[in-house]
């Protein structure tokens, strides 16, 4: 089971390049997530699509774009990267809309992006 | 005061030993917990979920609520090296009536089994 596939695994950028974050699943799934983690920050949401055609904002979304491509699949734009993204970035699918109690989410492995 | 407090420990055990991971909150309106587990190099994995306070089991895992004292614990009995890893505590408020909500996370215990 593939369950949330991210690619790729590694990046490095420069300062000022673009980059899009590849996320997909295959598990059916309504609601999916891109998160990112840092260290002593924890996980932090960028944006969220609760259903496929809608995307919001998470807690921190400057610098970041999103696209619901369809159900499966949900890509992460850094249209100008700055050192202060480099972060390992998380995507993650729920089966139903974030607002509904009990949707856990589950996780791909992540990618480890530096900017230098 | 931030939201969701968690020590970052890391907490090392021998093999056998309880284990005992904490969380406090300062936001009343978190009505669901979890916990999560994340491998090194891995996305956190859910391990457990409660809504009300109290305990639930699972295994060698124990999720515990004080909604009271906002206070969350997970125990692991018998710990085992393979559950050497990041354990990272997530809540979670409910705003009826629209989509926005908010999940938020901890910052993670490391912790080592040794054998």
């Not at chain 2, 669901?32 to 391990?47: A, D, H, I, N, V």
Request: overall charge positive; charged content about 20%; hydrophobic content about 30%.
């Amino acid at each position: 089971n593939a369950g949330v596939t991210q690619t790729p695994k590694f990046q490095v950028l420069k300062t000022g390049q673009s980059m899009t974050l590849q996320c997909a699943q295959d598990m059916n799934h309504n609601s999916m997530y891109w998160y990112r983690q840092d260290p002593g920050m924890g996980l932090r949401l960028i944006y969220y699509s609760a259903s496929e055609g809608t995307t919001d904002k998470g807690e921190v979304p400057n610098g970041y774009n999103v696209s619901r491509l369809n159900k499966r699949e949900f890509s992460l734009r850094l249209e100008s990267a700055a050192p202060s993204q480099t972060s390992v970035y998380f995507c993650a699918s729920s089966e139903r809309a974030p607002d509904y109690s009990n949707q856990p989410q589950h996780f791909g492995d992540g990618t480890r992006l530096s900017i230098l | 005061q931030k939201e969701v407090e968690q020590d970052p420990g890391p907490l090392s055990v021998p093999e056998g030993a309880i284990v005992s991971l904490n969380c406090t909150y300062s936001n009343s309106a978190f009505q669901y917990f979890m916990w999560y587990r994340q491998y090194s190099r891995k996305g956190p994995e859910l391990l457990m979920y409660t809504y009300s306070s109290g305990n639930k089991e699972d295994g060698r895992f124990t999720a515990q609520v004080d909604k009271s004292s906002k206070y969350i614990s997970l125990f692991i009995r018998d710990s085992q090296p393979s559950d050497s890893a990041t354990y990272l505590c997530a809540m979670k408020t409910l705003n009826s009536g629209g989509s926005n909500y908010k999940l938020t996370f901890g910052k993670g215990t490391l912790l080592t089994v040794n054998p």
